[in-house]
């Protein structure tokens, strides 16, 4: 009698090749992010991005005088390369005794897993955007917010650019009461990406969980209502929390524009109102600003890039004593806020 062998069932050539398949349909981001592969099969691990400066507009020049030369500046910014994986041990009765398909089901979650990563790191690189607004918010998402915003851009466009803006799905209510929100089914509009919900001030709405809500910052000993961390094993005392106890939001640290989880020790001060960080993304090749000198980039340039070092890969290792199969996939990458002036940071109170 033929016998279905666990090697029947794991192929990691066949494997990789399902992953990435399905690895673009899982980054929410995909569509505002240029992939990049020159990376692959090349030595280092760091991306270097020219800046180019603007040389100036042309100046007059009177009859017989000679022309002054401009120097052509640059300036580069650097990505590190990172390698996002996840692994699978599968046992044996797993496989043969389990309900439906244990290999499928790891195939999917794996290619999920990776590019949850991605997309985590890709919203990351938007919240490092110089143009913010709302420093200390005081009003849930609504239209005159959404104006100032947009204001940011200085757009000088002869047409209307399109624009993204991601928003947390506890803020859809506060957006779809607004007067001036269009609902998408009632509108028929042509939508930029999955996921569009409808439109205000010039913006497409998309709905995402990984739009963050920040309930604390990052300070030191001293500062106004500074707190500190302290172990979850230990008593707190006045002015010490245990981070279990602060659920009112994610920690920001202003200073790297970053979320980040707090050490034992350190200090954290809660904010006035906790706020959601909604980015604004102008998707269109053009760009908002057509000054170069305002970000160094040609106006061709994306919001976000991804660097490909090595597209996905999966692997397989067999423990012949435990009868256990372990499947892994992994990614190298970098991601890149390329292009700043197309980008704006709002930020509003939660309601």
């Given at each position: 009698m033929a016998q279905t062998k666990l090697t029947n069932l794991v192929n990691p050539q066949v494997m990789a090749?399902?992953?990435s398949a399905t690895l673009p349909?899982?980054?929410?981001?995909?569509?505002?992010?240029?992939?990049?592969?020159?990376?692959?099969?090349?030595?280092?691990?760091?991306?270097?991005?020219?800046?180019?400066?603007?040389?100036?507009?042309?100046?007059?020049?009177?009859?017989?005088v000679q022309m002054g030369t401009t120097v052509l500046s640059a300036s580069t910014t650097t990505a590190k390369v990172k390698k996002a994986g996840k692994a699978v041990e599968i046992t044996d009765e797993a496989v043969l005794s389990a309900y439906g398909d244990p290999m499928g089901e790891t195939s999917a979650q794996l290619a999920m897993s990776i590019a949850a990563k991605v997309d985590n790191d890709l919203y990351a690189e938007l919240l490092k955007a110089s143009l913010v607004y709302g420093a200390s918010p005081v009003a849930v998402i609504n239209y005159a917010g959404l104006v100032a915003a947009n204001a940011l851009?200085?757009?000088e466009s002869d047409t209307a650019l399109n624009k993204i803006?991601?928003?947390?799905?506890?803020?859809?209510?506060?957006?779809?009461?607004?007067?001036?929100?269009?609902?998408?089914?009632?509108?028929?509009?042509?939508?930029?990406?999955?996921?569009?919900?409808?439109?205000?001030?010039?913006?497409?709405?998309v709905k995402s969980k990984k739009v963050v809500k920040i309930g604390y910052v990052k300070c030191a000993a001293g500062d106004s209502g500074a707190t500190k961390i302290v172990a979850e094993s230990?008593?707190?005392?006045?002015?010490?929390?245990?981070?279990?106890?602060?659920?009112?939001?994610?920690?920001w640290d202003g200073t790297n524009k970053v979320v980040y989880t707090p050490a034992?020790?350190?200090?954290?001060?809660?904010v006035t109102y906790p706020y959601f960080v909604n980015p604004i993304v102008i998707v269109d090749v053009a760009d908002a600003n057509e000054d170069p000198a305002a970000d160094k980039f040609a106006t061709s340039t994306p919001a976000l890039t991804v660097y490909l070092k090595r597209g996905v890969q999966a692997e397989s290792d067999r423990d012949i004593l435990a009868k256990t199969t372990v499947v892994s996939a992994d990614e190298h990458y970098a991601t890149v806020l390329s292009n700043d002036s197309k980008v704006v940071v709002a930020q509003f109170k939660a309601s």
């Open positions: 090749d399902m992953i349909k899982k980054i929410k981001f995909a569509p505002i992010a240029k992939v990049d592969t020159t990376l692959a099969g090349q030595p280092g691990d760091t991306i270097t991005v020219p800046k180019y400066a603007y040389i100036g507009d042309a100046e007059d020049v009177a009859e017989g851009f200085e757009d803006l991601f928003i947390h799905p506890d803020q859809e209510a506060d957006l779809r009461v607004d007067s001036n929100f269009i609902d998408k089914s009632k509108s028929g509009m042509d939508v930029i990406m999955t996921g569009t919900i409808g439109m205000i001030c010039g913006c497409q709405v230990a008593t707190p005392s006045t002015g010490e929390a245990k981070l279990s106890q602060l659920t009112a939001g994610a920690f034992v020790d350190s200090y954290v001060a809660a």
